[in-house]
């Protein structure tokens, strides 16, 4: 499955495949240690950074210390562009925060 992922975020390898190859991809994750019913953190830990370190992405962790951070930072930072996706990993507050 490692190989699965990795063709999906990457591409193949093959240069003369008529498929370009994608730009290595980046995540800007945030975790609500308290999300989740408090499992947030374990779920980051044992699961989602395991995945993205298997399928070679690359990622900015956030630990969201208050409620409404999540928005704040995705409001207020200019460097969002750099990012290809935003994760969280959390409870449905911090994903509302982000869309919002």
Do not use: C, M
Not at 41 to 49: G, T
């Amino acid at each position: 499955w490692k190989q699965a992922i990795s063709l999906i975020v990457h591409g193949p390898e093959n240069p003369d495949d008529s498929n370009p190859k994608p730009k290595q991809r980046k995540f800007l994750v945030f975790v609500n240690p308290v999300g989740g019913s408090g499992v947030a953190e374990k779920i980051w830990q044992n699961s989602v950074k395991p995945f993205l370190n298997l399928a070679d992405i690359e990622s900015d962790l956030i630990r969201t210390k208050y409620s409404g951070h999540a928005r704040d930072y995705v409001k207020d930072s200019s460097d969002l562009h750099k990012y290809s996706s935003i994760l969280t990993v959390s409870g449905d507050g911090s994903v509302h925060e982000v869309i919002n």
